[in-house]
């Protein structure tokens, strides 16, 4: 006979890890008990040697929202103590687990809204396998009193199913029914109630109204797809492309999806997959772009609403530009009045906003370009431990936070642009929940090195409250200390194993200008794009014709051609300014950045004068390519050596670029010969020196990365020189990376 003390950690809260040990035992034949401790599971199991040895094998698989970072087991000397196998009261211990992010709807809750007389029809329907986690939880340990599902007790017959160890809803904190859980309200805009609420959102949608949709971790605008320009003007986003969401036959019907995309598609997290659209997409839903965001219906309600509409609906989060998500009945009335024409609600409380997880499949991987719903907040095994706990406060737009404490490090869902007071509210609330979640009190805050940055200030102050320090990580080199994570599935490589490249759109750099395409080796930074102007500082990320000029000011195209070219999306009067700038010095600062070539390029081919929206001239411009053949144009891109440093010349590439224009060449063509021009400049730079450094490691990263054909040609280009390439998987390749580099390379200077 044998005794075995148990502590398990990872994943294992809210993912039915209690009932699924209880499971395993009573097949394995022990007794004991199993306990939730808010960031472990502690168990003990007694019984016959073998049967206790297989209890522990099935224990380390786990159930299948579970994540086993460890199993300890330790061997006690065997006693009669437990008569049968039970679920302990929770309790609380120390740092070392988590809670899952929320999932979609599994396909047995489906069909139970389809089949089975509790269930029929029930918006909310979940188990233990499915449903919200982290947008209704407030604290661990992970149990239905630190959830806003403690607002609706159980009913009789959903406490049968909570309580019998055979059911499949057995402990499953969100079980609830039409008598006892959430319910759904129907308002007009004179906020009148309307009933029945499903019945009348869907005679909304199908008389052309825009309906705000209360969901899981936030609020969704929802109207059907040639509703999309009243949309626009009401929410003041011009451009921006909006996300559809559909069952996946019908997304067919709209979109190219190869084998990875359904997969993504058609998982339990249920994010927006980016898709090569077909023609019936109209251009007002992704004005520009080859790509539309899908995702399939993730909640009961959805199931529900497309249950009876037959096309794909616009479901965009719903917000105005730079702010957070709407979250709250009230609020979504205040601040959606002008923009939703009725509102559907339900009464369960979101306690943490997380938006809808974007995904791409680039050649054959998927890459993150915003990281939330379904894969968020998340954590990672880390092969250095931390001697002091670490908050990473992130970057300015896109943002993130990170807690790295001991060997592990958790990554908080997609916070969006940290640029106004809604949105620092939003940051600190974050902080302070994750902190509390996690149990951690940091003694270092990790910030961005742009002293500007709200989250940076932010940082300060709470270092301030906990008696911390404050150690600046400069942008471009978290994105490159990201990567550490990546590599073969494991964090077994060192930032000082890999030849970085980081291309992106800005970042205050270490000299005082402006970053954004670079090369690092450990802590050298042998190689970059040469600075140029930037003509009004900040507002040629807005105008990209301003780029143009900063560019090309000096080189062999005259200025006064350079004025023609700005008056093609500018006045004659803004053109003669900018060109004074240039010659005069005044306001102008200077940028390696390689998100600002992309920008210059796009507005000389006519693809984008104006950014309406975070990476816009890029993203089209990529999309421009998407129809070209670079082999068809001959470009350069010269380099240049200055103070001992290799400098990439963007200025000579834009020079070929209006000479290819001049030749005649399609504008498609050196959309697509310019991307690939650029990312073999910087793949052979990388190369080069990772030869140099006796490195064999080239990573990529920054926002850049997640272009599918520049990330093509630099791993090509990476692996035909016998190296071995990474980018980002696991996080963002963008600014949602940032704070955990940050995290990473703020505990090497804690280590040293």
Known sequence: MKKAKITVKGIVQGVGFRPFVHRIANEAGVVGFVQNLGTSVAIEAEGEDAAVETFIAKLRIGPPLSRIDSVEVEYQPYEVKYKEFVIEKSGLSGFGGFIPPDTGICNSCIDDMRHT??????????????????????????????????????????????????????HAQTISCPKCGPKLSFYNSERQELSPPLEQTISALQDGKIVAIKGVGGFHLCCRMDV??????????????????????????????????????????????????????????????????????????????????????????????????????????????????????????????????????????????????????????????????????????????????????????????????????????????????????????????????????LGRELAQKFGASVVPVQHHRAHIGSLVIEHVGSADVSVDDIVGVAMDGVGFGEDGTVWGGEIFTGKGHPVGLLPVPMPGGDLATRFPLRMVAGLLHGSSIEDSRIIKMLEQGMTEIEANVVMRQLQTGLNVARTSSAGRVLDAVAAVLGVCYRRTYEGEPAMKLESAAYYGDASNVKLRCDLITENGMQFVDSRSLLVSVVEALDAGKRKADIAAAAQETLAKAFADQACEEAKKAGKNIVGFSGGVAVNAAIGAVIENTVKENGLKFVTNHKLPCGDGGVSFGQAVLANRTVEK
């Open 117 to 170: 007389a509790h269930y029929k029809d029930y918006w909310a329907t979940s188990c233990v396998d499915c449903g919200p986690r982290y947008a209704i939880m407030d604290t661990l340990p992970y149990d239905r009193e630190t959830t806003s599902m403690t607002d609706f007790p159980l009913c009789e017959d959903c406490l049968k199913e909570y309580t019998n160890p055979k059911d499949r809803r057995y």
């Open 228 to 457: 999309t320009p009243l949309l626009r003007e009401r929410r003041k986003r011009p451009e921006q492309p909006f996300a559809l969401m559909a069952p996946l036959p019908m997304i067919e019907d709209y979109a190219c999806v190869s084998e990875g995309e359904r997969g993504l598609l058609d998982s339990l997290k249920r994010p927006i997959v980016l898709l090569r659209r077909k023609d019936n997409v109209p251009e007002a839903v992704s004005p520009g772009l080859h790509t539309v965001g899908f995702m399939t219906p993730y909640t009961g309600f959805h199931h529900l609403l497309f249950s009876k509409i037959r096309e794909p609906l616009i479901m965009t989060s719903a917000n105005l530009p730079s702010e957070p998500m709407v979250r709250d009945n009230e609020e979504a009335f205040e601040r959606l009045g002008g923009i939703a024409d009725c509102f559907l609600l339900h009464n369960r409380r979101i306690l943490n906003r997380c938006d809808d997880s974007v995904l791409r499949w680039n050649n054959g991987s998927m890459f993150f370009t915003r990281m939330a719903r379904g894969y968020a907040p998340t954590s990672f095994v880390m092969k250095e431990k931390a001697p002091k706990a670490i908050l990473a406060m992130g970057p300015e737009l896109n943002s993130t936070i990170s807690i790295y404490k001991d060997n592990l490090c958790y990554v908080s869902h997609h916070l969006g642009n940290i640029t106004n007071p809604l949105a620092l509210d939003n940051l600190r609330e974050t902080v302070d929940r994750l902190l509390k979640m996690t149990q951690v009190k940091p003694e270092i805050i990790a910030c961005d090195l742009h002293p500007s940055f709200l989250s940076t200030r």
